[in-house]
């Protein structure tokens, strides 16, 4: 699986962005990372590419959708409310592996994921 991440931009605090990963070849689910320079790459949301499940970081929930276009074969991360905080390369990863099905669809661990692009970057201005 090979994954293309784009729209990153620079944008100013409360604006919007929307995140593509243009995915070739098949994966269970795919999510979004992303990582401040001098952090750990942290989880930002999933989906389950069958059902449509999703899954958010507490910090992005409720201003972040992601979701996935069958038709097209990407997934999207639109974020609204942006903040500062929120400044961060943003990393696309895909798991050809079955999650869990004895647990909610919750894949947030890098450990989840065995595929990854190559980040987009994402800078919100105060």
């Known amino acids: 699986v090979q994954l293309q991440a784009s729209g990153g931009g620079v944008v100013r605090t409360g604006g919007s962005l929307r995140l593509t990963c243009a995915a070739s070849?098949?994966?269970?689910?795919f999510g979004w990372f992303r990582q401040a320079p001098g952090k750990e790459r942290e989880f930002v949301a999933s989906?389950?590419?069958?059902?449509?499940?999703?899954y958010y970081a507490d910090s992005v929930k409720g201003r972040f959708t992601i979701m996935g276009d069958k038709y097209n074969n990407a997934v999207y991360l639109q974020m609204d409310s942006l903040d500062p905080e929120d400044t961060a390369r943003y990393y696309c990863?895909?798991?050809?592996?079955?999650?869990?099905?004895?647990?909610?669809?919750?894949?947030?661990?890098?450990?989840?994921?065995?595929?990854w692009g190559q980040g987009t970057q994402v800078t919100v201005s105060s």
């Open positions: 990863a895909a798991s050809t592996w079955k999650f869990s099905s004895s647990a909610p669809f919750s894949p947030s661990s890098m450990h989840d994921y065995n595929y």
């Open positions: 070849g098949r994966a269970f689910y």
């Open positions: 989906v389950n590419w069958n059902s449509g499940a999703s």
